[in-house]
């Protein structure tokens, strides 16, 4: 069975930097787009970034040049470097992985931007 397990989030004060890794298993196949969505309270969840497993990169306008996407596909990784963070990127972020058609997620993990 497919399971994304989040890491990283937490407290950070407006212009800092955070990362969050997600790591994918129970594949037998290799997996397609991966990439992270987020949550705010009273708010749709939104696309932040995706990466296929070429290394094609797709960014949410609000978070272009501030974050970065990347991949291990050889161990099923995927990991999202925030920096120059504002208040309100402050959410659930949300680790998605696309394996043979289907979505998978992962428990979120919070991102809190304060001073």
């Known amino acids: 069975q497919v399971q994304l397990v989040e890491s990283g989030g937490g407290l950070v004060q407006p212009g800092g930097s955070l990362g969050l890794s997600c790591a994918a298993t129970g594949n037998r196949f290799s997996f397609g787009a991966m990439g992270w969505y987020r949550q705010a309270p009273g708010k749709q969840r939104e696309l932040v970034a995706s990466i296929t497993s070429g290394g094609s990169t797709n960014y949410a306008d609000s978070v272009k040049g501030r974050f970065a996407i990347d991949r291990n596909n050889a161990k099923n990784t995927v990991h999202l470097q925030m920096g120059s963070l504002k208040p309100e990127d402050k959410a659930v972020y949300y680790c998605?992985?696309?394996?043979?058609?289907?979505?998978?997620w992962g428990q979120g993990t919070q991102v809190t931007v304060s001073s």
């Open positions: 998605n992985a696309d394996y043979l058609s289907q979505a998978y």
